[in-house]
Nanobody
Framework: QVELVESGGGSVEAGGSLTLSCTFR????????MAWFRQAPGKEREVVAI????????YYSNSVKGRFVISRDNSNQMAYLEMNSLKPEDTALYYC???????????????????WGQGTQVTVSS
């Protein structure tokens, strides 16, 4: 069973930066594609970024492309989301998620993510 624990959230002023971390436990990390999602109050959960098992392929939503960077450390079973040039509209609860890779094309569908962390809050003030 996969366990995901996020850390690194906090409050920052617009234009600032934060890096979120996700610790993966319980299964073979290399078998999983990793992603960050976010959910703002009153809004649906949305995908932010996805990274393939080997870290070669990445996907970003249009709203964060060019500002956020997803990465992973397979040796330490960690995933990261570096967030730069933060905007107030980036304020949300950020979730780490894992999708078991069965050979499907990249990026995986949102419904392929079955393992989720508890979330870490990011608040950006103007």
């Amino acid at each position: 069973q996969v366990e995901l624990v996020e850390s690194g959230g906090g409050s920052v002023e617009a234009g600032g930066s934060l890096t979120l971390s996700c610790t993966f436990r319980g299964e073979t990390y290399l078998n999983y594609e990793m992603a960050w999602f976010r959910q703002a109050p009153g809004k649906e959960r949305e995908v932010v970024a996805i990274i393939s098992t080997g870290g070669v392929n990445t996907y970003y939503s249009n709203s964060v492309k060019g500002r956020f960077v997803i990465s992973r450390d397979n040796s330490n079973q960690m995933a990261y989301l570096e967030m730069n040039s933060l905007k107030p509209e980036d304020t949300a609860l950020y979730y780490c998620a894992a999708s078991w890779w069965r050979g499907q094309a990249f990026p995986p569908r949102i419904t392929d993510f079955h393992s989720w962390g508890q979330g870490t809050q990011v608040t950006v003030s103007s």
